[in-house]
Structure formats: C-alpha cells, structure tokens
C-alpha cells in the first residue's frame, strides 16, 4: 500500500489509454483507474467486449485494438474505481465500497467530458435522457429505445444517433434540430479547415445526409417541451415560422454538445479557461497536459472537446513528456517520438474552428424556460431561481447559498453551468469572470463508514 | 420501451426488480438491466417526482437505487450479479441506513 506509482491515470477513455500505453512502455509503473468496468471511455464504450463492435461504423471499431493493446501495455488497470479526492501526488478512490489512497509521482487526469445539460419543461420524466446516454446502452448492453423516438438538440452525436436509429429501424417522430441557421456562415470562414482531415469533415456530411434523408428533420427548432400523455410522451416545440406542433414519443432524447466535466479538476483548484464558441470551461494546460499545479496533468475532453483522434494523440504526448520528466528520456527522443501526435493535433486544431461554430449552442436554448427544472436534484426551477439570480445574486456560489441548487447528490454537476448562464444574461456579466461552484471532497457521496475503514494517509506514509 | 437489437450471448443471470425476477445478459450495468421492468422510472425525488437514470455514465446520479440493502447505489455503474435484489429509492436517501446496512 505504501507504493509510490511513477504515473496513476484517472480515466481509461483513448486519452488515458494511451497515456498509459506510452508510460509503460518506458518502464514507468502505471496504475489507470476508471469508475467503469471496463477500459475505453464514452467513444470506445465496453469496445473490448460489446457485441455491437462490427455493427456502429469504423469510429467504434477503432475502439477494439485500443483496448487490448491497452490491457497488454503492462499498466495496472483497476476497473469500479470512482475517484473522489485528488492532490497532485494522491487519489482517492472507491471501489465495490472500500476506499483506497495510492501515491504517485505524477497524476494524470483524463476524465473526459459530458453531455452538456440544457434544462427545458418535462426533461426530468422517466423516458427522457442524453441521447450520449442511448449511445451508451446500445453500445454497452445492445439496447434501442423501441420508439417512436424524438431526437433533439445539435451536434454531430444527434446525427450519428438518428443513423443508428434509422440502420436499427427504430421509428422516429422527428429529430429536432436546435442549432441557428446562421451557424453555417460562420462556419463557412474556416472552411480551409476542412482540407486538413478530409475524411472526418465527409463522414459528418455523410451523416447529415443521411439524417435528411431518412428522418423527418425539423431545423431551427425551439421553444422545446416535453409532457405526459396517455401514449408515453408528448414533445411540444415551435417551428422556425413561429408554429406549434405536438410530437408523441415514448422515448426523447436530448443532446446539446460535450462539455468538459471539471467537478475533479475544481477541486484539484486547477486553472481553468472559458470557450466563448462552445460555451464551455476547461482546463488550462499546454500541449503536454501540464496544468497549473506541478505534477498534475490533464488529458482529452477535460482539456478541450476535440473528439477521439485528437484525445488519443494528446494522452500520447503527456506520456511522452512524463517520461522525459521521469528520466526515461532525453528530450530530443521526447522530441522525436511526439512528432506523429503533434502531426495529429495539428489537423484536429485546424478544423475546430469549423466544427465549432458550425455546431455552436443557441444563446436562446441555454436561458430555460421558467417551468424548467434547473436543479434536478432539489427539484428547482428556472423560474424560482430566476427570481433569487434577479433579487441579487451575482455567483452561482451565491444561487446556491441561497436557494440549494448544487446541494444534492450531483453536486451541482447538472445545473453548475445552466445557473451559470442565467446569472450572465440575468446580469450582463460575462460568463469568463463567473466563479464556478466550489467544489469540495468527496466528489460523490460516500458512505461515513468507507471513510472510517479507510487508512488515514498519515498511517501510510 | 428498450429492445435488444445485439445478439444474446447466452450467459445470463437473474435479478429481483422490487422481488420480480428478471433475466439479463451477464456484464449489464443494473440501470440498463431495470429500463423495462421499471418503466424508466428508478426512483422518486424528495417531492415526490417519479425519476429514472439520465446520463448512463455516473455523473447525473438520477438512476440512485437500493441494491442487496444498500441506498444511494449509481445503478449505471453498479453490474448485474446472479440473485441481485434491487429496489427503487423512494425519497431523500437516508444515510444512517445506509451505513447499518453496510455494516
Ligand atoms: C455520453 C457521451 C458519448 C459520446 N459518444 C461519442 C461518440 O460516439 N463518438 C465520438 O466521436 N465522440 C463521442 N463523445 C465525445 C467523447 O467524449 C470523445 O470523443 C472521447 O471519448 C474523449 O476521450 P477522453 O479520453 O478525453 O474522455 P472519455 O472517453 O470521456 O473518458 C474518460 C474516462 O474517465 C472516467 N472517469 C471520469 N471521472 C472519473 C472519476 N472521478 N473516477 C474514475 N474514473 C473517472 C470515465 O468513466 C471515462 O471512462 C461522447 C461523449 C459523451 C459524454
Ligand atoms: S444515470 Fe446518471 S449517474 Fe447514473
């Protein structure tokens, strides 16, 4: 127990694997921890055992090979292991109930993102989810909604879910899709990103091709809300010209882009950085994952959303650059081995830009209806905490002393941002000089006992 | 309300959703396990608002379930064990029990 690691990694998504996969192989003792229970992360979902490995595309299959060089990389993985405490030589984790402390000289965190949450009217009922969350069981347990299914939001995941509908003949109502039409425009002026990685910027085409095709597709929708009916669900949203219309569903499903989740990396008081296109926060570290705090690290989603490939070659370099600072090489070697990543990085970054205005998030979507829940876990809405944002509340720390949101269980992981963004508009304030919830230990609740049970880190040092 | 588009691997184990037995695939999380029997709905928030699992990757803490006596248990992330009993979360979780139970 009182072993110094060289490396734990938090996350076994394609950033963490691959951190490891470089650590190990340059001899450093690797210990990879993740709270599924298998290796892979949300792209490459259980890819090591799903049954739908052949069957979602060349993006998932890609998956398969990552995960077993991973498993033979020599890096010790331990699966079940959610991470609740973080210094940048310790973690904290819990495991089928017991908790454990392990040392390391460097920490790398490669957490990932989540879906972004975009409170509206009716999105707390049984039957509503992320649409990364159907992506999740289809890939892990084989499973599709039966339908008739409504997809809303924007994003390429909303297309890729209306394919997997469309190729598992799920019936589908309509996809909705919340993205401005404007979006396009701006996009157009990086249109020369394209040419660097051509064949992502035709897969994504080929998607919304076969999205307009094959479904009923609504654009420029808003004004979504979801009710109960005598069937399941019934989804009310206005079209472009300003028209109601009602849809019936048994099972909605609601996506507004990826969204780094910082719970861990607030509480490790790491410095952080706003995406003003993506409205997002993330990590601020430099392309070897080195954060503001020495020693800790960060890699993929949780430093910026750039999707897989880019996720994989970043974990590659912060491997890369740990084991220069760990004395397993020179720089120049450093140097020389992080040259294809680096050639990687270089695509992604030039067609961000294009990706990202062109999917960016409607201003109007993130201000909730008054009906909204906004907390899901104190069950408050928009219109209550609009009314304490308005009275003088000018923090989400503030909201949340006041009226609770960020009290339960998530721990504000679902309603940090959307309170976040209604104080900006409330106030005029710019979202980059909000403070975000303070995060405290442990980040989720723990049974008092594990933590009795658990030997005190002075014991083991 | 889900149906099974994968091919069954023939390994399955039976759990008890509020004491009815239910066959599923061996390595199913307990929240994907309970999405028909439960009707998406796995528990009730403190007011009384009927709740099933949202995210499916342990962040949104929607799909809090009792497993084997033990509350407050992320069904999404929990896998499905031969005989496992589970129960919806009725209410704000109660931690004392919890710790009884566990102990
Ligand atoms: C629900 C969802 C579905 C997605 N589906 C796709 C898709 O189909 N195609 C696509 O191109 N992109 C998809 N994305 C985008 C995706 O995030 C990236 O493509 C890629 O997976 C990022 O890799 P990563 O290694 O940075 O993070 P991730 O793949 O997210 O991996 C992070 C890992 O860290 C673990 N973790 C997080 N916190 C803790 C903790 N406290 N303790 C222990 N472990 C922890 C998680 O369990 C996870 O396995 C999806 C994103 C989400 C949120
Ligand atoms: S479904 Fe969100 S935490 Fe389990």
């Known amino acids: 127990m009182d072993k110094v690691w060289d490396v734990i990694i938090v996350g076994a998504g394609p950033a963490g694997m691959c951190t490891a996969i470089q650590t190990a192989k340059h001899g450093l003792s690797t210990l990879v921890v993740d709270r599924q229970t298998e290796p892979g992360g949300q792209i490459f979902r259980s890819a090591g055992s799903s049954s739908m490995i052949g069957k979602l595309g060349k993006d998932y299959a890609a998956g398969l090979p990552l995960v077993k060089q991973f498993l033979n990389c020599g890096a010790q993985f331990e699966p079940g292991a959610n991470v609740w405490d973080i210094a940048p030589d310790r973690v904290y984790y819990s495991q089928q109930g017991h908790s454990h402390f392990v040392r390391a000289r460097q920490v790398v965190l490669a957490t990932g993102a989540m879906e972004r949450p975009v409170p509206l009217p009716g999105w707390t009922l049984p039957g509503v989810m992320g649409s990364g969350a159907s992506d999740v069981l289809l890939k892990s347990a084989g499973l599709l909604p039966e339908g008739p299914v409504v997809l809303c939001g924007n994003g390429p995941l909303v297309l890729q879910a209306a394919v997997h509908m469309h190729e598992f003949n799920v019936p589908v109502s309509a996809v909705l899709l919340t993205g401005r039409m404007g979006n396009i425009m701006h996009a157009m002026k990086h249109a020369s990103g394209i040419l660097a990685r051509p064949g992502y910027f035709l897969h994504g085409v080929n998607m919304a091709a076969k999205t307009m095709l094959h479904q009923k597709c609504v654009l420029g929708a808003h004004d979504v809300s979801i009710s109960e009916s005598e069937k399941g669900l019934q989804v009310h949203y206005a079209t472009r010209s300003g028209k109601h219309r009602k849809l019936d569903a048994s099972t909605v499903l609601l996506h507004e882009g990826v969204i780094p989740e910082t719970r861990i990396t607030r509480l490790?008081?790491?410095r952080h950085a706003w995406d003003q296109k993506q409205r997002y926060w993330h990590v601020d570290a430099d392309k070897w994952g080195q954060t503001s705090a020495p020693g800790l690290r960060t890699a993929g989603?949780?430093?910026?959303?750039?999707?897989?490939?880019?996720?994989?070659?970043?974990?590659?370099?912060?491997?890369?650059?740990i084991c220069r600072e760990l004395g397993q090489l020179s720089l120049a070697d450093r140097d020389r081995e992080a040259l294809p990543f680096l050639r990687i990085i270089k695509r992604c970054q030039a067609l961000q830009p294009f990706l990202d205005e062109y999917f960016a998030p409607t201003p109007a979507m993130l201000q909730p209806h008054p009906d909204a829940i906004v907390c899901?876990?104190?069950?408050?809405?928009?219109?209550?905490?609009?009314?304490?944002?308005?009275?003088?509340?000018?923090?989400?720390?503030?909201?949340?002393?006041?009226?609770?949101?960020?009290?339960?269980?998530?721990?504000?992981?679902?309603?940090?941002?959307?309170?976040?963004?209604?104080?900006?508009?409330a106030h005029g304030l710019s979202m980059e000089n909000l403070p975000q919830y303070t995060a405290q230990p442990p980040l989720f609740p723990l049974r008092l006992g594990e933590l009795v049970e658990m030997p005190s880190p002075s014991e083991l040092m | 309300m889900f149906k099974q588009v994968s091919e069954s691997t023939g390994k399955t184990v039976t759990i008890y959703f509020e004491g009815k037995p239910v066959q599923v695939e061996e390595g199913t999380t307990v929240a994907a396990a309970v999405l028909d029997p439960s009707h998406g709905w796995t528990r009730t928030?403190?007011?009384g608002?009927?709740?099933?699992?949202?995210?499916?990757?342990?962040?949104?803490?929607?799909?809090?379930?009792?497993i084997d006596g033990v509350p407050n248990q992320q069904a999404c992330l929990t896998v499905v064990a031969e005989g496992m009993q589970v129960r919806r979360q009725n209410g704000v979780p109660d931690f004392h029990q919890e710790d009884k139970n566990h102990g």
Do not use: F, W
């Open chain 1, 268 to 270: 490790a008081r790491l």
């Open chain 1, 376 to 425: 899901r876990c104190e069950e408050l809405t928009a219109g209550h905490l609009g009314e304490v944002i308005r009275e003088g509340s000018y923090s989400p720390n503030g909201v949340k002393a006041q009226a609770r949101p960020g009290m339960g269980t998530c721990q504000g992981r679902i309603c940090g941002q959307a309170v976040a963004e209604m104080i900006a508009d």
């Open chain 2, 45 to 47: 928030s403190h007011g």
């Open chain 1, 301 to 321: 989603d949780i430093a910026t959303v750039r999707g897989a490939a880019a996720a994989q070659a970043e974990g590659s370099l912060v491997g890369l650059d």
């Open chain 2, 49 to 66: 608002q009927q709740r099933g699992p949202y995210c499916q990757m342990g962040v949104c803490h929607e799909c809090l379930m009792n």
